[in-house]
């Protein structure tokens, strides 16, 4: 009885179909082809939830966990070793549930990892990132 008092609702989460749907607007407003859940890495095992088919592939990760956000650094890292041009933008809902020091240290190993403000903030930078 005491445990159940304790133990917390769980809570579905849309994030990563809301990422999706706002990236997905912001290459359309472009007119870039956006791909859903593509193999990126060599071995095939690790999966795009957005690829842009642009100049410099634009890789989105929807950062749902920790180990989410550990998998979007191996895609850069491995993109990286094999000299693939690739941008990785990995966005998280809140970075405290992934950890602090987690979502810090993905900046050094994503070319962005950002936490999720808003689909306005998220198109923009997409968008600016497709331009350049």
């Known amino acids: ?3 159940a008092c304790l133990r917390r609702a769980r809570t579905v989460s849309d994030f990563r179909e809301r990422v999706v749907q706002v990236v997905q607007a912001a290459a359309a407003s ?7 859940d593509v193999p990126v890495d060599e071995s095939q095992s690790l999966r795009a ?7 410099v592939p634009l890789i989105v990760i929807a950062a749902t966990s920790a180990q989410r956000l550990m998998e979007a650094e191996i895609i850069w890292l491995d993109a990286a ?5 690739a941008y990785v933008l990995a966005t ?6 992934v950890g602090i020091n987690q979502y810090t240290q993905a900046n050094y190993y994503t070319d ?13 930078l ?3 990132q497709l331009r350049h």
């Open 49 to 55: 939830d957005v690829y842009l088919l642009s100049r």
């Open 112 to 124: 962005k990892t950002v936490e999720f403000t808003g689909a306005k903030a998220l198109g923009e």
């Open 1 to 3: 009885m005491a445990l």
């Open 92 to 97: 998280v809902e809140d970075a405290r549930a």
């Open 30 to 36: 472009l007119g870039v082809e956006a791909r859903l």
């Open 126 to 128: 997409v968008a600016h």
């Open 81 to 85: 070793r094999r000299q693939e041009p």
